[in-house]
């Protein structure tokens, strides 16, 4: 299986800020790699797929980049709705492994 | 409007079989394989495996395989998820999810969640 870390694993931010989450994989994706965003007690949500294109409706204060084996999630003027989990997800290779998440949180 | 409406909250014991559903509505559903996901209590996302409606073909994760069993009757637009003898370790969130496309594989509509317990 392809192995996904993402870091940081937490992150504190103020409404406003700009913040950024990294996801790198075990071996190159090709640029299969996809983002979502959890709130507690819901679904998963998709914002990005293909490493960089923003999925109808997300804002576009939300941004992601990255080849390879390297991704960066992107966030620009944080707005209480960001506050959540993000996880990113190979879909290179199957099982579509996800990294471990990161909880972005007020500060 | 696309939808995907899973089966309701399930307490069950060790030992117990179970199968969980995902009705899909709003698209054509044969078109679209649906994928599982498996969130354990405070941890991160588990990919369990996919299925084709259309002619019921499945791909498991190898941490998976032999562990659920996924089935689809598209007569009902319905995929489900079984198991044969539940574990405590099989308490979890499970998500089905709809690919958007089996090569580009990320899921772009989600269902509600079903929220599994097995206690004795």
């Known amino acids: 299986d392809i192995q996904m870390t993402q870091s940081p694993s937490s992150l504190s931010a103020s409404i406003g800020d700009r913040i950024a989450i990294t996801c790198r994989a075990s071996?190159?994706?090709?640029?299969?790699l996809n983002w979502y965003r959890q709130k507690p007690g819901k679904a998963p949500k998709l914002l990005i797929y293909g490493a960089s294109n923003l999925q109808s409706g997300v804002p576009s204060r939300t941004s992601a980049s990255g080849s390879g084996r390297n991704f960066t999630l992107t966030i620009s003027s944080l707005q209480p709705e960001d506050f959540a989990t993000y996880f990113c997800?190979?879909?290179?290779?199957?099982?579509?492994?996800f990294g471990q998440g990161t909880k972005l949180e007020i500060k | 409007e696309v939808q995907l409406v899973q089966s309701g909250a399930e307490v069950k014991k060790p030992g117990e079989s179970l199968k969980i559903s995902c009705k899909g509505s709003g698209y054509s559903f044969t078109n679209y394989w649906i994928a599982w996901v498996r969130q354990m209590p405070g941890r991160g996302l588990e990919w369990l495996g996919i299925i084709n409606p259309s002619d019921s073909e499945t791909r498991y994760s190898p941490s998976f395989q032999g562990q659920v069993a996924i089935s689809a009757d598209k007569s009902i637009s319905t995929v489900y998820l079984q198991w044969s003898s539940l574990k405590a370790s099989d308490t979890a969130m499970y998500y089905c999810?709809?690919?958007?496309?089996?090569?580009?594989?990320?899921?772009?509509?989600w269902g509600q969640g079903t929220l599994v317990t097995v206690s004795s």
């Open positions: 999810a709809r690919l958007n496309n089996v090569l580009t594989g990320y899921l772009d509509y």
């Open positions: 071996q190159s994706l090709n640029n299969f």
């Open positions: 997800q190979q879909s290179y290779s199957i099982p579509y492994t």
